[in-house]
């Protein structure tokens, strides 16, 4: 399984998304970045959203616990300021969006299909398409937060102390894709199993690349 994840990474490389080369090759300015950032918002806040269904469908206790696991951290362990849209509120704020801006701020449209995407498969998709899904936009978000963070520091758009959310998720996200990755690396040898499984690593990656595509294409057409 792990081999089928690392060869559909090594086909989909996030250099070669658009947003990502546009971060890369300096052609992205700072006003374009900090308002596909504010828009991105939306779908850190609603992302553990669908993970209590997600959890409402698994039978066993220590399968489910997995689920708990990331539910738990993805609202800080108990701490209401280390919830992870309050570290990326923080993180907004030190790029110097305006806090009236953020809480005014309503999903786009590229965050809003998201959203109701992931919220589709998980209630209405084999469960094993669904928990694949997830794994591989942790897997992939872990790469595009060193990506941002390296970006942001290499700009000059922040010091290292105020990155908050993507320091935090540059380490994070590999344990929360593996504790998704663990549910379903049991069913690999089962025929039926590994194609829902395939399908929902496909899927994910497409839509965690295809977001931030979308953001940078509706942030440059806003902006100019």
């Known amino acids: 399984m792990y081999n089928y994840i690392k060869n559909l990474k090594k086909k989909t490389p996030i250099v070669n998304e658009s947003y990502f080369k546009s971060l890369q090759n300096n052609t992205m300015t700072f006003k374009i970045f900090k308002y596909s950032q504010t828009n991105f918002y939306g779908a850190v806040r609603y992302f553990s959203r669908p993970l209590f269904s997600l959890c409402s469908r698994i039978d066993n206790y220590e399968d489910r ?99 908050s959310h993507y320091s935090i998720h540059e380490e994070l996200d590999i344990h929360h894709a593996k504790l998704f990755y663990n549910l379903i690396e049991k069913k690999w040898s089962n025929n039926e199993s590994i194609e829902h499984i395939k399908n929902g690593l496909i899927v994910g990656n497409e839509l965690i690349l295809k977001l931030f595509d979308e953001l940078l294409i509706n942030s440059n057409s806003r902006t100019l």
């Open 65 to 163: 616990l997995n689920i708990l696991e990331n539910i738990f951290d993805e609202h800080g362990n108990g701490n209401i300021k280390k919830t992870h849209g309050a570290t990326y509120e923080e993180y907004l704020l030190n790029l110097g969006v305006n806090q009236n801006n953020i809480e005014k701020n309503n999903p786009h449209i590229s965050v809003l299909n998201f959203n109701s995407k992931i919220d589709q498969i998980v209630k209405e998709d084999n469960i094993d398409k669904a928990i694949a899904m997830y794994g591989i936009i942790e897997d992939r978000y872990t790469e595009i937060s060193s990506f941002i963070a390296k970006s942001l520091l290499k700009n000059n758009w922040l010091e290292k102390s105020k990155l």
